[in-house]
T-cell receptor
Framework: AQSVTQLGSHVSVSEGALVLLRCNYSSSVPPYLFWYVQYPNQGLQLLLKYTTGATLVKGINGFEAEFKKSETSFHLTKPSAHMSDAAEYFCAVGVSGGYQKVTFGTGTKLQVIP | KAGVTQTPRYLIKTRGQQVTLSCSPISGHRSVSWYQQTPGQGLQFLFEYFSETQRNKGNFPGRFSGRQFSNSRSEMNVSTLELGDSALYLC???????????FGPGTRLTVL
């Protein structure tokens, strides 16, 4: 079984400030971890993913996340927020094995204040 | 390469009716998953199809069903619609055995 917890359903940051979105996961096997972004009235777009290897993962739009096995965390960060980053962000956990079994977190809405 | 397409984009139905939603995956993708997204429940997994076979199913009543065709296109059907079925229905495709899913824009279903 697997699960994802995203801390904070709403996060507000000032433009130019650090963005930190928290995600903790639970998985009985080595996980695949993802961050997706969703803009209003659109589908989800993959920001970055961790499967194996390097624990610091860089994604699109300047976002990155670090896989910390000991803390079962996969927090998303961006050094400097931009107005265009305002969206909803979803953390997700999956497992390998030839089929899709992905569990999504409840999402965090990011507000960027000018 | 064209992305995942979903039709229709918007749909209004009344209680008791049934509805069919369509999803065309990215060319070459054989896995198609469906999700229901609501403000209260978030993203919930409905089912996943691969090579015309349902491989995985979420915790939804039997009113929700799906199928996949030989060209990997997928449809989902909801019978006897209820008000609570109002949601954004998202389709996602991926390569066989792959991990990354590509999402369509969704179908917004409103049940009156």
């Amino acid at each position: 079984a697997q699960s994802v917890t995203q801390l904070g359903s709403h996060v507000s940051v000032s433009e130019g400030a650090l963005v930190l979105l928290r995600c903790n996961y639970s998985s009985s096997v080595p996980p695949y971890l993802f961050w997706y972004v969703q803009y209003p009235n659109q589908g989800l777009q993959l920001l970055l993913k961790y499967t194996t290897g390097a624990t610091l993962v860089k994604g699109i739009n300047g976002f990155e996340a670090e896989f910390k096995k000991s803390e079962t965390s996969f927090h998303l960060t961006k050094p400097s927020a931009h107005m265009s980053d305002a969206a909803e962000y979803f953390c997700a956990v999956g497992v390998s094995g030839g089929y899709q079994k992905v569990t999504f977190g409840t999402g965090t809405k990011l507000q960027v204040i000018p | 390469k064209a992305g995942v397409t979903q039709t229709p984009r918007y749909l209004i139905k009344t209680r008791g009716q049934q509805v069919t939603l369509s999803c065309s995956p990215i060319s070459g993708h054989r896995s198609v998953s469906w999700y229901q997204q609501t403000p209260g429940q978030g993203l919930q997994f409905l089912f996943e199809y691969f090579s015309e076979t349902q491989r995985n199913k979420g915790n939804f009543p039997g009113r929700f069903s799906g199928r996949q065709f030989s060209n990997s296109r997928s449809e989902m059907n909801v019978s006897t619609l209820e008000l609570g079925d109002s949601a954004l229905y998202l389709c996602a495709s991926s390569l066989a055995g792959a991990d990354e899913q590509f999402f369509g824009p969704g179908t917004r279903l409103t049940v009156l």
